[in-house]
């Protein structure tokens, strides 16, 4: 991820706050695992495990923005280290955020499971989009590590597979609600779980062009399929 410098405490000081985004990322991920599971099992040990996670999330964005903070304010960089920097700070904005949705997904899974909702729900779709959200937040942090493009942009594209599983979903849920009023109140709640888990994948997209925008200085943000092809030819 890192060029050296000229000053070995610099180097440090880049590799500190690249560590710890990883050390973020781990318990970001930690917390989708804990969410599938107890959305899968409908366990509620597993949602308190991924509530207990939260806090420790918005933690270490405080303690890595302050060091971005600290390093840009003390050693002005410049090029690639600030946009370095600068993609870091994305990142870390969109784990917490992640994060915020996995908590999410918790409370509602939760509520699911006090309000005795019908363990008859057709779940299987969601828990199949919560594993690709997971596995892209997983992947993401892998190519910005290695500020990998291509696996970036595969990134990129895999939350559009995301977000067509997201709509089929809702129209399952739709249906099911014409055909049975009375499952109006838990098809709405299955509605917001499936909006949590599409966020997630949101953020690891955004992640993703975060790496793209460190490792090649072009920012492809809303950028169509041809655009994104063009800007790493």
């Known amino acids: 991820m890192m060029e050296k410098h000229l000053s070995s405490q610099f180097d440090e000081e880049l590799s500190r706050i690249s560590t710890r985004v990883l050390e973020m990322g781990g318990v970001v991920e930690s917390q989708l695992r804990h969410a599938i599971y107890a959305l899968y099992q409908l366990d509620l040990l597993a949602t308190q495990q991924v509530l207990e996670l939260e806090e420790r999330v918005n933690r270490l964005e405080v303690e890595i923005d302050r060091d971005i903070t600290s390093v840009m304010s003390r050693r002005q960089p ?42 008859a729900l057709p779940i299987d779709d969601l828990v199949n989009a919560a594993k690709m959200a997971a596995e892209s937040i997983r992947a993401t942090l892998d190519a910005f590590a290695r500020l990998d493009v291509q696996a970036a942009i595969k990134v990129i594209d895999e939350d559009d597979r995301i977000d067509v599983v997201y709509e089929g979903f809702v129209r399952k849920l739709i249906t099911y609600m014409m055909e049975d009023p009375r499952m109006i109140t838990p098809c709405l709640g299955l509605m917001f779980l499936a909006q949590a888990v599409e966020r997630v994948g949101d953020h690891a997209k955004n992640i993703a062009e975060a790496a793209v925008y460190v490792a090649m200085g072009k920012d492809i943000r809303h950028a169509t399929l041809a655009e994104r092809e063009s800007a790493i030819k």
Do not use: M, Q, W
């Open 78 to 119: 410049t090029a690639r280290d600030l946009r370095l920097l600068v993609g870091v700070s994305r990142v870390i904005v969109n784990l917490e955020r992640a994060g915020d949705e996995a908590a999410r997904i918790a409370r509602l899974i939760k509520d699911f499971i006090d309000t005795g909702a019908p363990r």
